[in-house]
């Protein structure tokens, strides 16, 4: 069955870096889009980034600049580089499979999800 099981949370002050893993299992992993999402105490989940089959990128304004998401297609694994780290990036972050192929930022578009993995950003 499809698992996606996420790493690389801690604990950073701000400016610090952090990268998140995503290994997946139980699917073509190529030819899905992939996505990353956050959720912080008291909110809303929101999408982060996401990246389509071919590799193209997508981030919320709130991160770019500042967080790359990347594939390895041989290694089955999605990558969240996240740079110049705020207070206010302090969640609980999530990679998802969508659909085959391109991306949408809609939630519903993303039938699977990882257990989180949680990022903490001091002042």
């Known amino acids: 069955q499809v698992q996606l099981l996420e790493s690389g949370g801690g604990s950073v002050q701000a400016g610090g870096s952090l990268r998140l893993s995503c290994v997946a299992s139980?699917?073509?992993?190529?030819?899905?889009?992939m996505g990353w999402f956050r959720q912080a105490p008291g909110k809303e989940r929101e999408a982060v980034a996401h990246?389509?089959?071919?590799?193209?990128?997508g981030y919320v304004d709130s991160v770019k600049g500042r967080f790359t998401i990347s594939k390895d297609n041989a290694k089955n694994t999605l990558y969240l580089q996240m740079n110049s780290l705020k207070p206010e990036d302090t969640a609980i972050y999530y990679c998802a499979r969508g659909g085959i192929g391109w991306c949408r930022w809609e939630q519903q578009w993303y039938g699977y999800w990882g257990q989180g993995t949680q990022v903490t950003v001091s002042s």
């Open positions: 990246i389509s089959s071919d590799g193209r990128p």
């Open positions: 139980g699917y073509g992993f190529s030819s899905y889009c």
